[in-house]
């Protein structure tokens, strides 16, 4: 079995990550999920929340703002809109996502306030965690 | 015949164009490496997107429950044009040729009897398409202030498109951009978004398990997909751009030192005959005397 499988996170502007992983935890749509080599294809959303790498440099954890994963035995492929590195000098910038969602949880509508609301609770959690 | 300082002075002024526009033409070319770069930059979210997006869109093709942004609205009567143009002008034909090519779409939609709404981006392209199409406009997106164009600025734009398509406000999208070939050509191109459109890639091989289900994971990307097609329609744009005012400025450049050759010889010659004229009369006075 192979020990480590190609992590790839991409956003639209560029590619933030790429190494060898061998383990990754993402905020699947159905739950959380945790990816390890010879993983079943699986392509699934992504909700807001972390996704996390456990490689042979250690762990790494990302903040992302939805998107969706591509899995297959020997890769494992991120594209996010938004991710930013889970680490105290990210701080600010996710605070302010947080900010965002509220904002947008106060205007939006119907459907689109509920996605907001949700957003902004996993937001909060995030920041949590990170202390 | 102008006088000898009104030449120099020409000259003059023409050499502080020549600057002028080697200038221009020296930030363009800088502007369009770091254009290029963000495009590559960009690549491999919209390759991956395209594939999944495509792959997923071709097993639901034609079926009945295809989400409506893939399916159409089964009509084809109002359309909308997304014109994307630049802010700034000096760029050659960049911004005429997309206006050309969407103002012979709008027509051709016309005489067949549809109705078309326009949303312009970039000033120049609603400058040029006011004269006899700004019946049709509906929005105009400024991206003025955008020094670097980035996804949020698709998804504005992306965002306005969708709820107006979730509004039942037109049927068909296409956007109107220039296609980056290389810095002497861009395609003027014509993309339809909206029923959704994916180039078809190599079918891939591997069976994927969908969660939460294959619909719903169709319905959450479809957006997405079109959000990243104007993104990289942006980008493309951005690129063409600066292309293309790198290659008008040169030519201006040239141009110039053209004519600042030009003017060099008639000046030199009316110096040389009023130098003449000038012997001419002395000698002619020591000779009188």
């Known amino acids: ?131 | 015949m102008p006088s000898l300082k009104d030449l120099k002075n020409r000259i003059q002024s023409v050499k502080n164009t020549r600057k002028i526009t080697k200038a221009m033409q020296m930030v363009a070319a800088a502007k369009l490496r770091r254009a290029q770069d963000s495009a590559e930059a960009a690549r491999p979210y919209a390759e991956r997107m395209n594939a999944v997006v495509g792959g997923l869109a071709a097993s639901f093709g034609g079926s009945d429950n295809a989400p409506r942004l893939l399916a159409g609205t089964g009509q084809d009567k109002v359309h909308l044009l997304v014109v994307m143009t630049s802010e700034r002008g000096l760029c050659g034909g960049f911004n005429s040729s997309i206006a050309r090519l969407a103002r012979q779409h709008a027509q051709k939609l016309l005489a067949q009897g549809k109705t078309v709404k326009i949303i312009t981006v970039g000033k120049k392209g609603r400058e040029q398409l006011k004269r006899d199409l700004s019946s049709h406009f509906i929005a105009h997106v400024d991206l003025g202030d955008v020094k670097r164009i980035g996804y949020v600025d698709a998804q504005k734009i992306a965002r306005d498109v969708l709820a107006r398509f979730d509004a039942g406000e037109f049927d068909v999208a296409t956007l109107f951009f220039n296609r980056f070939q290389s810095v002497i050509a861009q395609i003027p191109t014509a993309q339809q978004i909206i029923p959704a459109h994916f180039e078809a890639g190599e079918p891939s091989t591997t069976l994927y398990d969908y969660e939460p289900s294959e619909e719903a994971v169709l319905a959450d990307l479809l957006p997405r997909g079109v959000t990243t097609q104007i993104f990289t329609a942006l980008l493309e744009n951005g690129a063409s751009e600066q292309g293309a005012r790198m290659s008008a400025m040169d030519n201006a450049t040239r141009n110039a030192g053209d004519m600042i050759d030009k003017l060099t010889i008639v000046y030199n010659r009316s110096r040389q005959a009023s130098i003449t004229k000038e012997l001419i009369e002395i000698i002619s006075g020591a000779e009188a005397l």
């Not at chain 1, 190609?6 to 560029?14: A, M, N």
């Not at chain 1, 999920?33 to 440099?57: F, N, Q, S, W, Y």
């Not at chain 1, 703002?65 to 809109?81: D, H, M, N, P, Q």
Request: aromatic share 4%; net charge negative; charged share 25%.
């Open chain 1, 1 to 131: 079995m192979a020990e480590t499988m190609q992590f790839d996170l991409v956003s639209p502007e560029r590619r933030l990550a790429s190494f060898k992983v061998a383990e990754v935890q993402l905020p699947g749509a159905e739950g959380d999920m945790t990816v390890m080599p010879d993983h079943a294809p699986v392509i699934t959303t992504l909700r807001p929340g972390v996704v996390r790498m456990t490689g042979p440099e250690g762990t790494q954890r990302y903040a992302v703002t939805g998107g969706f994963a591509e899995i297959t035995g020997t890769s494992v492929s991120v594209l996010a809109e938004r991710a930013m590195l889970a680490e105290p000098g990210n701080r600010e910038a996710i605070e302010k996502h947080l900010e965002e969602a509220r904002e947008q949880a106060r205007t939006a509508a119907g459907e689109h306030k509920d996605m907001a609301e949700v957003l902004v609770a996993d937001l909060a959690q995030l920041l949590h965690d990170m202390v």
